[in-house]
């Protein structure tokens, strides 16, 4: 959230609060942006941090976890392949992604193969293989229709 607010935001959230119309707007703003039903932001934040991709730091920022490239969900890697966003697809890089994730995720630590993905960093080695990847992403697929369709 800390990206989503101006300084002049996070000043008055800082401060002891009293019941302005400023603050009380201020106060709807955030609310919205954690709003699990409006933005997902604060479900997408618990998420990373759970798979060990951020960390949060003491004063609420979300950063980068060490060694986070090892833990990224494999959808991720399809992603950034499929909708052009890699380094090697996107050398000017018009989706502004930060450097240091489109260095780690295009070839520091993955690499792309005929039959899916292999992280090369240290000795661990972790493979996704495309036709494993495809039956689970069609698995999840089928279940959230379902679910979408029961209501």
């Not at 950063?63 to 986070?68: D, G, I």
Request: with cysteine.
């Amino acid at each position: 959230l800390h990206y989503s607010l101006d300084r002049d935001i996070l000043g008055r959230l800082k401060q002891t609060r009293t019941l302005t119309s400023q603050n009380v707007q201020d106060d709807f703003l955030v609310t919205y942006l954690s709003s699990r039903i409006r933005t997902g932001l604060e479900q997408e934040i618990k998420s990373l941090a759970s798979i060990g991709v951020i960390s949060i730091t003491e004063e609420g920022f979300p950063t980068l976890s060490k060694m986070w490239q090892k833990n990224i969900p494999p959808f991720v890697l399809y992603d950034m392949f499929d909708q052009g966003w890699s380094k090697e697809l996107d050398p000017d890089n018009k989706f502004c992604i930060h450097p240091a994730i489109r260095d780690s995720l295009s070839s520091e630590y993955w690499k792309k193969s005929n039959t899916g993905w292999s992280y090369v960093c240290d000795n661990d080695r972790i493979s996704i293989n495309n036709t494993e990847y495809e039956t689970l992403k069609k698995s999840f697929i089928d279940k959230h229709e379902d679910r979408k369709n029961e209501d």
